[in-house]
């Protein structure tokens, strides 16, 4: 468990400090590691068995040379406050020319980050196609969603052929004439 922890950490898969408690070294300098919930340990596997599935091979990267970024101001709820600052980030693609448009937070720093995520994504929506990662993702989905539907339907055939058989033996049996009624 102390290995897969931290293999989840050097993957890159953020591991939340309420989930891992860290406790004083062992003998051998390692540190300790407990997990406080399985509910929450078999959804982080969960998430990294679903991310393995995912084939970043494709995915490109972002050379700072080929954007160009602007800043405008920006607009929306939020007054004079957002209205004066120029924190909308405007970010374009040269080679593509996908241009975004990114507003969502009030920090500058912080819409240039989310802004040059949404030009990964896109750009690999563009580029990739069917073998983008929102479009395995979608695959993931639909596959989940299928086993989903035909465990139910599996479940729902077998309740029908029960009540079936359940009404046929019914049928067979002696029933108890009601009190009125002569026998």
């Given at each position: 468990?102390?290995?897969?922890?931290f293999?989840?950490?050097r993957?890159?898969?953020?591991?939340?400090?309420?989930?891992?408690s860290?406790?004083t070294?062992?003998a051998?300098?390692k540190?300790?590691v407990?997990?406080?919930s399985?509910?929450?340990?078999?959804?982080?596997?969960?998430?990294?068995?679903?991310?393995?599935?995912?084939?970043?091979s494709?995915?490109?990267?972002l050379?700072e040379e080929?954007?160009?970024?602007?800043?405008?101001?920006?607009?929306?709820p939020?007054?004079?406050?957002?209205?004066?600052?120029?924190?909308?980030?405007?970010?374009?693609?040269?080679?593509t020319n996908?241009?975004?448009?990114?507003h969502?937070?009030?920090?500058?720093?912080?819409?240039?980050?989310e802004a040059?995520?949404?030009?990964?994504e896109k750009?690999?929506?563009?580029?990739?196609g069917e073998?983008s990662?929102q479009?395995?993702?979608?695959?993931l989905?639909?596959?989940?969603?299928?086993?989903?539907?035909r465990?139910q339907t599996?479940?729902?055939e077998?309740k029908?052929?029960?009540?079936?058989?359940?009404?046929?033996?019914?049928?067979?049996?002696?029933?108890i004439p009601?009190?009125?009624?002569?026998?």
């Amino acid at each position: 468990m102390y290995n897969l922890c931290f293999r989840l950490l050097r993957a890159g898969i953020a591991v939340q400090r309420s989930i891992i408690s860290h406790s004083t070294t062992n003998a051998l300098t390692k540190p300790v590691v407990t997990i406080k919930s399985p509910a929450h340990f078999s959804s982080l596997l969960f998430y990294r068995f679903k991310h393995q599935q995912l084939d970043y091979s494709r995915y490109p990267t972002l050379n700072e040379e080929d954007l160009e970024e602007t800043f405008t101001r920006g607009s929306g709820p939020g007054g004079q406050a957002v209205n004066k600052t120029s924190n909308c980030v405007l970010l374009r693609h040269l080679p593509t020319n996908i241009v975004v448009k990114c507003h969502i937070h009030r920090s500058a720093q912080k819409n240039r980050v989310e802004a040059r995520k949404i030009l990964l994504e896109k750009l690999d929506a563009q580029l990739n196609g069917e073998y983008s990662i929102q479009s395995q993702l979608k695959q993931l989905e639909n596959k989940k969603s299928a086993e989903r539907k035909r465990r139910q339907t599996k479940l729902q055939e077998m309740k029908q052929k029960w009540k079936e058989r359940e009404e046929q033996e019914g049928e067979g049996e002696n029933k108890i004439p009601p009190p009125d009624q002569k026998v």
